[in-house]
C-alpha cells in the first residue's frame, strides 16, 4: 500500500541550531515533492518544490533534498528561531500529471529560546 | 497574493443535516479541491475540480458531493451530516497542470451533534 512516512514525536530543539525533518514514501513515483507549513488553527502554507531531478532546494534559511533511490526527501532549518514553531507537512505528487497531493501526517517542529 | 476564502471559521450543525461548505478564491485558479483534517489521520481528500461544472473523487467521497458551477467557488456539500464528519475542512486552489503549489484557506471546523 501506499505510505508517506513522517515522525510523528515533536522535533524539540534549542534556537540557533538546524532542525532536520525526514519525510519516507513507499510505493509512490513523484516526479515532485512538496513541503508545507501549518500553524494551530491555519490552513498549511506552501514552502518549497522539488522535482525528481533536483537533489537539493534552498530557500532563505530552509533547504531540502530529495532522494528518488531512497524514496525519501530531508527538510533542514538552519539557525532555527522560536517562530519557525510550527507543522511541517510534506506532499508529493500520488499520481503523474495531475497536480493531486498526498500528504504525510505532519511532524511538529517547537524551537526553544 | 492568492487569496482562498472559506465562509465560515466554526460550524455547529446536527446530525441529518443537509450543511454547505462554501470556497472561493481570487486567483482565476482551475484546480480547487476540498480536504479533511483530523488528529493521527491528517489531510485526506475529499474531492476535487479542475474545471467548472469538473469534479473527481478524492480518497474519502462518501458521505459528500461538490459543485462547481463558477471557476471561483467550490462548494462541499454534507447531504445528510454525521458525526462521524465532524472535522477540520480546508479547501485549496492551485493553477492547471504540473507540479504547482496548493495554496488554502484558513478551515472551517465543523461539529456535528
Known amino acids: 500500500s501506499q505510505k508517506i512516512e513522517q515522525n510523528s514525536e515533536a522535533l524539540n530543539i534549542q534556537e540557533g541550531k538546524t532542525a532536520t525533518l525526514t519525510c519516507n514514501y513507499t510505493?509512490?513515483?513523484?516526479?515532485?515533492l512538496q513541503w508545507y507549513r501549518q500553524d494551530p488553527g491555519r490552513g498549511p502554507v506552501f514552502l518549497l518544490l522539488i522535482r525528481e531531478n533536483e537533489k537539493e532546494k534552498r530557500k532563505e534559511r530552509l533547504k531540502v533534498t530529495f532522494d528518488t533511490t531512497l524514496k525519501q526527501s530531508l527538510f533542514h532549518i538552519t539557525a532555527s528561531q522560536p517562530a519557525d514553531s510550527a507543522t511541517y507537512l510534506c506532499?508529493?505528487?500520488?499520481?503523474?500529471?495531475?497536480?493531486?497531493?498526498?500528504f504525510g501526517k505532519g511532524n511538529q517542529v517547537v524551537v526553544i529560546p | 497574493d492568492v487569496k482562498v476564502t472559506q465562509s465560515s471559521r466554526y460550524l455547529v450543525k446536527r446530525t441529518g443535516e443537509k450543511v454547505f461548505l462554501e470556497c472561493v478564491q481570487d486567483?482565476?485558479?482551475?484546480?480547487m479541491f476540498w480536504y479533511r483534517q483530523d488528529p493521527g489521520l491528517g489531510l485526506r481528500l475529499i474531492y476535487f475540480?479542475?474545471?467548472?461544472?469538473?469534479?473527481e473523487k478524492g480518497d474519502i467521497p462518501e458521505g459528500y458531493s461538490v459543485s462547481r458551477e463558477k471557476k471561483e467557488r467550490f462548494s462541499l456539500i454534507l447531504e445528510s451530516a454525521s458525526t462521524n464528519q465532524t472535522s477540520m475542512y480546508l479547501c485549496?486552489?492551485?493553477?492547471?497542470?504540473?507540479?504547482?503549489?496548493?495554496?488554502f484557506g484558513d478551515g472551517t471546523r465543523l461539529s456535528i451533534l
Open positions: 510505493n509512490y513515483s513523484p516526479a515532485y
Open positions: 475540480s479542475y474545471d467548472v461544472k469538473m469534479k
Open positions: 506532499a508529493l505528487e500520488s499520481t503523474r500529471g495531475n497536480n493531486r497531493l498526498a
Open positions: 486567483m482565476d485558479h482551475e484546480n
Open positions: 485549496a486552489s492551485s493553477r492547471g497542470q504540473g507540479s504547482q503549489p496548493q495554496h
